[in-house]
């Protein structure tokens, strides 16, 4: 790849389209090519390849954000592999976190590598653009200086700058400096309260999720993450229950939605503790608040959902035991008949 085109760009589609968008763009490659899948470049392949699966793509759209300002990302142990082929795969480069277990800096292939400062002891940002030009204008001001000037001239000039020059410079980028720690004290703060109910939200949501997981299994023998499979076995109680009542089978449908998925519960976690984990080294980023109360709205939405579960198992429940006394009372009267029919019989 050249360039600072994703994946998005090399196949014409934006990192909101639906499966049908993708293939609609797909096709516009493949009849540009004359219907011929080699002459489609190679590069179109591979994006479409990894692209047209709906949750590839948000696992993509998620890793250019955590690229672009910055966010560690969080990978559960037994995973690791797994993610650092897909990075490869969507042309990204992973890079261990030090500071935090299982976690990942991701930069683009356009993006500079993470610097890691010894003496800190922390992953150091690339320069700013104003530094960078702060440098460069600094450069240019003495080497126009020097130019042409004796050796005299040019000690009186580098006197005069590191006297006059570079302390006012240096006044105007502490002043600046001070007003940026204030508003940055100020945010941190914030961040600090946000990051907190954030964080007790979430470990209220896992439980409640752990809570309810257990109760759904017990009632039904199926796992919550399964619920939605229609192939895993059941109990010929519970297929029962569920062809005879359509009630018990809105109850399932409504359990099953409920839950969330455990991808978007592992992107609530990345999200809080990467702001975190910027709190400490204080490296805050505007976006910081945003993602913190879009995560508190989130994990608010969950856990409203999950209040509906609570009715929805016990009715469950309730329809599967009318249904195995209603195969155990059946299966005592047709011993009774079958007694009777013997006696008679004899």
Not at 28 to 51: F, I, K, M, S, T
Not at 237 to 255: G, I, Q, R, Y
């Amino acid at each position: 790849m050249v360039g600072r085109a994703t994946l998005f760009d090399i196949l014409g589609v934006n990192p909101e389209a639906t499966d049908d968008d993708v293939k609609r763009a797909w096709e516009g490659h493949y009849l540009n090519a004359d219907a011929d899948h080699e002459r489609v470049p190679q590069e179109v392949r591979h994006a479409y390849q990894l692209l047209q699966d709906s949750d590839r793509r948000v696992w993509y759209t998620d890793m250019l954000r955590a690229a672009a300002i910055g966010h560690p990302v969080t990978v559960r142990p037994h995973e690791i592999i797994a993610f650092q082929r897909m990075c490869e795969l969507a042309f990204l480069k992973s890079y261990p976190d030090k500071d935090v277990k299982d976690a990942f800096l991701v930069r683009t292939h356009w993006q500079e590598p993470p610097r890691w400062d010894e003496a800190a002891q922390r992953f150091v940002p690339p320069p700013t653009a104003w530094e960078r030009l702060r440098k460069a204008v600094a450069a240019v001001f003495l080497l126009q200086c020097f130019r042409g000037k004796s050796p005299g001239q040019q000690i009186a000039l580098t006197i005069l700058y590191l006297i006059v020059v570079a302390p006012t410079a240096y006044a105007a980028w502490f002043g600046i400096n001070a007003l940026s720690e204030a508003r940055t004290r100020k945010l941190e703060s914030a961040l600090r309260n946000l990051g907190t109910r954030s964080t007790e939200m979430s470990k209220a949501l896992d439980q409640r999720v752990d809570s309810l997981s257990r109760r759904f299994a017990d009632a039904t023998g199926v796992p919550i993450g399964s619920c939605a499979d229609a192939a895993f076995p059941k109990k010929p109680e519970v297929e029962s229950a569920l062809f005879k009542n359509p009630t018990a089978k809105s109850a399932w449908d409504v359990a099953c939605r409920s839950f969330p998925k455990d991808s978007d519960v592992q992107l609530q976690r990345t999200t809080v503790a990467g702001v975190s984990q910027r709190i400490s080294k204080h490296q805050l980023l505007d976006e910081d608040v945003d993602q913190l109360e879009q995560t508190i709205v989130w994990l608010g939405k969950a856990l409203g959902q999950l209040d509906e579960v609570d009715p929805k198992i016990d009715h469950i429940r309730t329809m599967i035991a009318s249904e195995r006394f209603g195969r155990v009372s059946g299966s005592s009267a047709n011993e009774e008949k079958s007694s009777e029919s013997r006696k008679n019989g004899g």
